[in-house]
C-alpha cells in the first residue's frame, strides 16, 4: 500500500511540473469557484467562517485573503474565537478585532468584501456560534454565554450555530439541545451549519428545515486551504452560495436572514429547492439541439458554465446512444446526448435528477429542461 502512496505521489508532482512548465499562475484560475447569477439575484460565494494566528489559526490574516482571491471568493470572516488564544504569548493583541483590520487592509486593493465576526466559543451545549456583520468584537466578551449572544443581536449581527454535530459523545450526531433551542426561539441564533471543514451532518439540514434557519457552510480553515482542501488539485473549500440584492455587506446580510443560500460542500449543492432549482438550472444551459440529416437520434449540446461538477440520472422516456442513465457533466465543460427519440421530434421535456444535489435529507432534486427545435 506504501508503495502505490508513493507512485500515486510521484505521478501528482510529475504532473504539477508538467502542467508549471506549459503555463504560468494557471493553478489560480483551476480553482476558482465559479455559479451564474439567479433569479435577479447575484450570487456571491462566501467563507464565513476562518482563523488567523489570531486565535488558534496558523496563519497571518492577509494569508485568507490571497487564499479567498485565488478560489474567486467574493466575501469572507475571520471569525476568531473569542476566548481562546492559544498565540497570545508570541502574538500580545488583545483586541478582538485586530485580524479583522489586518484583512481589510490586504483587501483594499483587491475585490473582496471582508465581514467582521466572531467565534463565540463555549462547551456543548450551546456550542460555538459565528457572530457576523458584528460592530465591535471586544464588546462580545462575557462570562455568561447569553450576555455575549445579546450583545451580537444588540450589534445586528447574523449569527449561526458551527458544527453542531460536535458533543462529548463523538458520535457525529446533531441533537437540538434545549439551550439552543431557547436561543433559536428567542432570535438569537438565525443560522446553523450543515457543513463544516469534511463534516455534511444531514440531522442538522432537518434541524434547520424545522426551525426555518439559514443553511450555512464553511471551512473553519485553521491551516492552509489547499493542504485542506485540494488534494491533487482538484476539491474545493466548502462556501455558502448567498443570493444578494447586491455585492455589498448589506445585502449579504439581508440575503443571509431571508435564508437565501446554498450550500456547496465537495462538489455537492445542498439548500431548499427554491433556490437549488433556479441555480442548477443556470448552470445547465443547452447550447444546440439538433437532427443530423436522416438521423432519429436528438443531439443534445449541453454546457456546464459552473465550476461544480454534475452528476445527472436522465428520467426521459428516450435512452441515450452512448451514456447510460447516468450523465456526468465536469465544471466549466460542454458534453453532447444523443437521445434515441425514434421520430423527429418538435420539442423534448427533459427532465432529469441530480443526484450531487440534495434538496432534503436523502433527497436529490429534479429538474425539467425543455429542447425545443
Ligand atoms: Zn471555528
New binding site residues.
Partial sequence: MKKFICLVQFICAFSTFVSAQESTHSHSLGTSLQFPNILGYQTLKCDL?Q?TVFSDGDVWPSIRVRESLMDNLDAISL?E?LEYQPHLGDIPNKDRNRSYQIALKEAKDHNLIIVRGS?ITRAMPPG?S?AVFIQDANKLLFTNYLDAYKEAKNQNAFVFW??PYETPKNDYITYLHEVNKKLMDSNLIQGIEIVNTHNYSVEALQIAYDRNLTLMGTS?VHGLIDWDYKKGSKGHRPITLVFSKDRTQESIKSALFDRRTVVHYDNTLIGRDSLLIPLINECLVIKKSFYESKSLVLTVVLENVSSCNFILQNLSQYTLVENTDLIEIEGKSTITLQFKTKEILKQLDWSFNVLNAVNAPNSHPTLKKRIIL
Wanted: charged fraction near 20%.
Fill in positions: 467562517h482563523h471569525t474565537h467565534e460555538h459565528n458551527n458544527h473553519d
